[in-house]
């Protein structure tokens, strides 16, 4: 089985501050992880590898430091890291990212199975995976919290706001998965090592490594286009209604109507 | 000094850190009260080849070296102390001597599955009438027809009640004194071979300590490492390396005990001001950071110089006097700077006091490692 994982380097939300001024994220000094849904889909990918066989390549677009996220990739069991990084990329939204990645996955022939973690913590998006799938006109099941596969057919359990439902296509196919689908492994100090010190372990493409069409890269080709970013203010206090649900209720209505909200 | 962290080192400390914090913190004081080895996380650690880090791969290691492996024991040891010394004495005492002193075949049976972490490796020198003077072991190891007959027992021996793999040293020849010591490898399950009682410890009590006990226990004449007579330059080789681990268990505990202190005294509040503004605390917690930093230049030097393959048995010692002596310190004026409740055990500077103690003691105490240094600067 031939898979392909795409993955992304995110900061650490976790750790992230805010440029209450510039209404930016301050990046300084804040860790670099990679996006934890896709290391949910790494784990995944791994894990059928090591039940049918295989081979698993991760691929990801970004800055030069991506690097890193890919090593980790690496690590978990992954067989192949591609890093797309070219200054033609930069300021890609997710259409064009989703064109960029769609673009390297065919360059490196037949698959089975894509996997992309739901959405990114810094972006929130959930459109990438959706948009890949699109592009090379295959069946996508979207927040995937359960995989089995039979032959040549994927049976997938989709998250539900209340409950899940199953879920069967034909491969190939891509998958956005979700937090609780598996635990992910720590990576192995010995490919870690291997990652750094083996040759071609971590391969860099740019432009000219694969055949993308040029207009529709990075910000140009973006039709997403960020107007403004600002940290959003609170201007009243949040107000805690006292008494029993009767009271609560009444309270609560006679609010709305003073708010003219109804 | 320049320690040329690399970016694969960087990366492996994450990794470290992540497993510490993730699947080390939370049980760390469970463990210590219940005094219960850490069996599920020693095999999460060796599916991430946490087992065998200065290893080459081919006898299953990761491929990396000391200053790496020192990573991953100061990382283990600042949140449990006793997960650093189960992996510093399986990778230092029982692997190491394997691949220093073994034979191709030897570290085919041997190495190998303790390098991947698919075994746990231990190292037997200590009797109850030889420590410091580990020339006067008495367990004897005979030869007849093409096995050693091993007798006597030891005690104090870390990893015991979970090791499959023991590197035992014996006297074949008690007229030679210590050139009549030689080393052998044991297999946990060898007739003859059984544990003692596990002692009840003042720390490190998670780490499974016992005695072993050889009654005509008969191993395999090929399971002699080296040569007969080699024993005491492989036994104190092996300390040589042992002590790096030592000294990095110690390292983690006192910076541990360093950012806990550091922490504590900026939340805790007396005459209306976090006691951190009192100058008389500033100092020491002054003093406490340049030591802990002069030991991590030590740890790392020795471990660097390891690497380097030129003589570290003074760079070990110093490292491990040092490193260990401060850990105590550091981690008494931990508690001290917390009060009271840096006595009671929700803290952990408590834990991280009763555990420095024997970083002073084991592989050598301060005095011995004081020994080894003046021997090395006098004739
Ligand atoms: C928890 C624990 C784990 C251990 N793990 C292992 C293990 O895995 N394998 C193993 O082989 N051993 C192990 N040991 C044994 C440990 O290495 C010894 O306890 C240590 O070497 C000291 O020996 P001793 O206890 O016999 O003390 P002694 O040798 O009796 O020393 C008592 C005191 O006298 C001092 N002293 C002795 N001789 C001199 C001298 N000539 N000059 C100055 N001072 C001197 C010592 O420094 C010490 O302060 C372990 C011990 C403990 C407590």
């Known amino acids: ?262 | 000094m320049d320690f040329n962290i690399s970016k694969e080192h960087e990366m492996c400390k994450k990794v470290y850190r992540d497993f510490a914090e993730k699947e080390v913190e939370p049980i760390a004081s469970e463990i210590d009260e219940n005094c219960e080895f850490p069996y599920e996380n020693i095999k999460k650690m060796a599916k991430a080849d946490m087992l065998g880090i200065p290893f080459p791969q081919k006898y299953g290691g990761a491929g990396s070296d000391t200053l790496n492996y020192v990573f991953a024991i100061e990382e283990l040891s600042k949140s449990c102390a006793t997960h650093g010394v189960i992996l510093s004495a399986h990778t230092s005492l029982g692997a190491d001597p394997i691949y220093k002193y073994g034979t191709e075949e030897q570290k085919e049976k041997y190495l190998k599955p303790l390098a991947t972490g698919e075994k746990l490796g231990a190292f037997a020198l200590t009797e109850p009438n030889a420590g410091t003077d580990a020339a006067g072991i008495k367990t004897t190891a005979v030869l007849k027809d093409g096995q050693y007959i091993l007798n006597g027992n030891k005690i104090f021996i870390t990893n015991a009640g979970a090791a499959d793999i023991f590197i035992i040293h014996a006297m074949t020849d008690k007229s030679k004194g210590t050139r009549g010591i030689s080393s052998f490898i044991v297999e946990a399950d060898t007739p003859g071979f059984s544990l003692g009682k596990k002692e009840n410890k003042m720390g490190i009590n998670a780490s499974d300590t016992r005695e072993l006990i050889f009654q005509n226990c008969k191993i395999p004449a090929e399971n002699l490492l080296g040569k007969e007579g080699m024993g005491f330059k492989i036994a104190m080789g092996t300390l040589d390396g042992g002590r790096i681990g030592i000294a990095a268990q110690a390292l983690g505990i006192a910076q541990r005990a360093l950012d806990e202190t550091v922490q504590y005294t900026q939340e805790r509040e007396q005459f209306g001001r976090p006691i951190a503004k009192f100058q008389g605390l500033q100092w020491e917690i002054a003093e406490m950071a340049t030591k802990v930093e002069a030991a991590r230049n030590l740890v790392y030097k020795a471990a660097k110089t390891k690497d380097e393959g030129k003589r570290f048995s003074k760079e070990a010692a110093m490292a491990k006097y040092y490193a260990s002596e401060i850990a105590s310190e550091v981690a008494n004026k931990a508690v001290q700077l917390h009060g009271g409740y840096g006595y009671i055990k929700d803290y952990p500077v408590e834990r991280l006091m009763r555990d420095a103690k024997i970083t002073e003691i084991y592989e050598g105490t301060t005095e011995v490692q004081k020994m080894v240094i003046a021997g090395s600067l006098l004739n």
């Open chain 1, 1 to 262: 089985m031939k898979i392909v994982v795409c993955v992304k380097q995110v900061p650490d939300t976790n750790e992230v501050k805010i440029d209450e001024k510039k209404g930016t994220l301050i990046r300084e000094g804040v860790p670099s992880i990679i996006n934890p849904e896709d290391k949910i889909a790494i784990e995944e990918a791994v894990r059928l590898k090591e039940e049918f066989g295989g081979e698993v390549t991760v691929i990801s677009m970004g800055p030069p430091q991506a690097k890193d996220a890919l090593v980790e990739a690496y690590a978990m069991g992954a067989d192949k890291a591609i890093l797309l990084s070219d200054k033609a990329f930069a300021g890609s939204d997710t259409w064009a990212t989703a064109y960029t990645l769609s673009q390297a996955i065919k360059e490196t022939g037949q698959f089975d199975l894509i996997f992309c973690g739901r959405q990114a913590i810094d972006g929130d998006t959930a459109q990438v995976g959706p948009q890949v799938a699109e592009n090379l006109s295959i069946p996508q099941i979207t927040y995937v919290k359960g995989v089995d596969i039979e032959d040549d057919e994927i049976i997938a359990k989709r998250q539900l706001e209340d409950g899940y439902s199953v879920i069967k296509t034909k491969l190939p196919a891509l998958l956005t998965v979700i937090d609780g689908l598996n635990e992910p492994r720590y990576p192995s100090i010995k490919r870690i090592i291997d990652a750094y010190n083996k040759e071609d372990t971590i391969q860099t493409w740019t432009v000219e490594d694969f055949e993308v069409d040029k207009d529709k890269l990075g910000l140009d080709a973006s039709p997403t286009q960020v107007y403004d970013t600002f940290v959003p203010t609170r201007d009243h206090e949040p107000e805690i209604l006292e008494g029993d649900v009767e009271e609560k209720v009444e309270k609560l209505i006679k609010k709305l109507k003073e708010e003219k909200v109804v």
